[in-house]
């Protein structure tokens, strides 16, 4: 017997197909909103990055700091722009009460005062690195930032570099919380020997770290020789002071002194037995000329310190009025000195 079942046709199996489709589909949606939801900021930082061409100015700051390819995006995202002394000030509002604003990182954009003394220009290149850190460390997430901020303390513990130390003092005070977001910029521009891991770490920012703080080195040394020069010379002053002072008091006794030997032998030549003989008045006399003779030479020595001395005060002042004007050119809201 042939035993035959009733056997249904296969159902196609396109519509199935389509349903995985489909699922693959919504998975995917479901993934790259998750992926969105979590680059949201690198979605608006490339958007910003191709629609703004940052200036050549800030470009070459950039290559002068030694960032890389992440930096220089970073610098882009962040619409950085160089600033003249009203626009700067019109876009970075906030002011230490003990430290000179250079630039700012404010609503996601940097602004940097376009400094002009070229004896200090370095200063953009910097303030450009500096800035840019602030907007990477704007985008660190919690648990990385919390290791970098980890490294950051780790690093400060073993400074002894006072201008770094006072630095961070000064942002305690003036923006509290904001510590470690200011030290993670204040030591990779300015500190050569980093811990191995920080130095691992800024290479995601700086194709060779090494360049800015270069940069660093040679404006601040700029003020650094000026300080030297006029603690020097103010040193100087105060010992050719004392010697003036001192030889002046001496002067004076022994002037003092020739006056009244002076009144004495008038009057002494006035009698007529005051002196042995002719020969003991001349030498009398003779000897108190040369007294005269040399306060006077020595009258003339101290003039000579004295004008020396004035030339080293206005030489002091100089210095002072071109102390001034650095810092003017490096301060936006500081007077401009002509």
Same mark, same amino acid.
């Given at each position: 017997?042939?035993?035959?079942? %009733? ?10 197909? #389509?349903r ?14 998750? =992926?969105?939801? =979590? ?6 930082? /490339?958007?910003?990055? =191709? ?8 470009a070459? *700051? ?11 995006? *970073? ?7 160089? %600033? ?13 009460? /003990? ?19 070229e ?23 919690a ?7 980890e ?15 006072? *630095? ?16 993670h910029? *204040? ?17 995601k920012?700086?194709?060779? #770290? ?6 660093y ?22 010992t ?35 002196f ?6 001349? /030498?009398?006399r ?5 007294? /005269? ?11 000579t ?19 001034q ?7 936006s ?6």
């Amino acid at each position: 017997m042939i035993v035959t079942t %009733n056997l249904s046709a296969p159902k196609p199996r396109r519509h199935l197909g #389509r349903r995985i489709f489909a699922a693959v589909i919504f998975f995917g949606i479901i993934s790259a909103s998750i =992926w969105a939801a =979590w680059n949201r900021q690198f979605i608006i930082d /490339q958007f910003t990055v =191709w629609q703004y061409n940052m200036p050549a100015a800030m470009a070459t *700051l950039a290559d002068d700091s030694g960032m890389n390819e992440h930096g220089k995006f *970073l610098l882009q995202a962040s619409r950085s722009e160089l %600033n003249n002394r009203d626009d700067f000030n019109k876009n970075c509002t906030m002011r230490e009460s /003990q430290a000179i604003i250079l630039g700012c990182y404010a609503t996601r954009r940097i602004y940097i005062f376009d400094v002009e003394d070229e004896r200090v220009s370095g200063v953009r290149t910097v303030t450009a690195a500096h800035e840019m850190l602030h907007a990477a460390y704007d985008r660190l997430g919690a648990s990385e930032r919390k290791k970098v901020d980890e490294l950051l303390e780790k690093q400060l513990t073993q400074t002894t570099d006072q201008e770094l130390l006072d *630095l961070v003092k000064i942002y305690a005070e003036s923006e509290p919380g904001q510590e470690m977001n200011e030290l993670h910029s *204040l030591l990779a521009t300015m500190v050569n020997d980093l811990s191995p891991d920080l130095e691992t770490y800024y290479k995601k920012y700086f194709t060779d #770290r090494s360049k800015v703080v270069q940069v660093y080195q040679k404006y601040q040394q700029v003020f650094t020789d000026l300080n030297t020069r006029a603690e020097n010379l103010k040193k100087e002053l105060d010992t050719k002071s004392a010697a003036i002072a001192a030889a002046v008091l001496e002067y004076e006794r022994d002037i003092a002194k020739l006056t009244s030997d002076i009144s004495e032998f008038n009057r002494c030549a006035e009698r007529q037995d005051c002196f042995a003989s002719q020969t003991a008045f001349q /030498q009398a006399r003779a000897t108190l000329i040369a007294r /005269q003779n040399t306060l006077q030479t020595t009258a003339d020595q101290i003039n000579t310190q004295i004008e020396q001395y004035n030339i080293d005060v206005a030489e002091l002042n100089a210095l002072g009025i071109e102390a001034q004007k650095l810092n003017q050119s490096i301060d936006s809201h500081a007077p401009v000195i002509e």
